[in-house]
């Protein structure tokens, strides 16, 4: 007799991923519904941030190295980040727009509705042309992986530091949004977390201060988006002498991050009053 599942098809169509699915899905086939646009969006979000990468080959013109590494080891802590954050961006980008539904009177709305309402925030307006800055990111990625030497732990270090880069800017993401529950209007000040954290992991750590670099790895943990798991791949002692175990956890810092900006969340919900409109 074949197995049934357990879980009522109606309780699964519920689930928050689920719903997520569902709502990005409806995003999804109105944006393709114009395909001309939607293929010069994505090209052109690959042609804009392919112009960063761009900038830091030129400088590699006229030096050797920046911070005692060299392009392609500099492509790989590029590659990650913006793997990292582009996954981020594509799947919760709208949570930053939640000081807007604050404003329009929107996120009252979707309190009325039966689905999370930070699956209605984050899948709200949901698009795919955010997969352009995940190409070129993924493409200079690919680039610099003949520098590193391969095994089988580097490669499991590798797989980790993608999906816990992703993870933390999803809970950078969501934290600092949640600012705007108290101010409504703070998104500036999210950005220069989320995109300026990206900014700063582009580059190797070792062109800041020491001071900077304990912050990024004590107080903000953006070190660990790719920082530390790089100097695991690329076969490097730490440069300020941190200990050699700081590089495997990236997994842990994310749980972290994720945690705070989950629970900030529920906070900023529980406090937020109608705008009344």
Avoid at 64 to 88: H, K, M, N
Avoid at 211 to 219: G, N
Avoid at 233 to 239: E, H, I, Q, V
Wanted: glycine content about 8%; proline content about 5%.
């Amino acid at each position: 007799m074949a197995e049934t599942s357990t879980t009522p098809a109606s309780a699964r169509s519920w689930h928050p991923v689920a719903r997520y699915g569902d709502m990005a899905r409806l995003w999804v086939r109105a944006e393709l519904s114009y395909p001309a646009s939607f293929a010069m969006l994505v090209v052109g979000s690959m042609l804009i941030n392919a112009l960063d990468f761009a900038g830091i080959a030129i400088m590699f013109s006229s030096i050797d190295s920046l911070g005692g590494f060299g392009l392609r080891e500099i492509a790989l802590l590029y590659g990650a980040t913006g793997v990292g954050i582009g996954i981020a961006d594509t799947l919760i980008g709208s949570v930053e727009r939640i000081g807007e539904f604050i404003r329009t009177g929107r996120l009252d709305q979707m309190l009325t509705k039966p689905v999370p309402l930070l699956v209605q925030v984050c899948s709200d307006r949901f698009t795919l042309r955010r997969l352009g800055r995940i190409t070129q990111a993924g493409v200079v990625m690919a680039w610099a992986l003949p520098v590193v030497d391969w095994t089988p732990s580097r490669v499991l270090v590798a797989v980790l530091m993608v999906l816990s880069s992703s993870a933390l800017f999803f809970g950078l993401f969501v934290l600092f949004s949640c600012v705007q529950f108290w101010t409504s209007d703070a998104s500036e000040f999210a950005n220069a977390f989320t995109y300026g954290g990206n900014t700063l992991t582009q580059y190797p750590l070792t062109v800041f201060p020491r001071e900077l670099a304990i912050a990024l790895t004590v107080v903000l943990p953006i070190a660990f988006v790719n920082w530390y798991p790089c100097l695991y791949l690329l076969g490097r002692s730490d440069p300020f002498g941190f200990p050699a175990w700081l590089q495997f956890c990236s997994p842990l810092a994310a749980s972290v991050v994720v945690a705070a900006a989950l629970l900030v969340w529920r906070t900023g919900v529980r406090r937020y009053t109608s705008t009344g409109s």
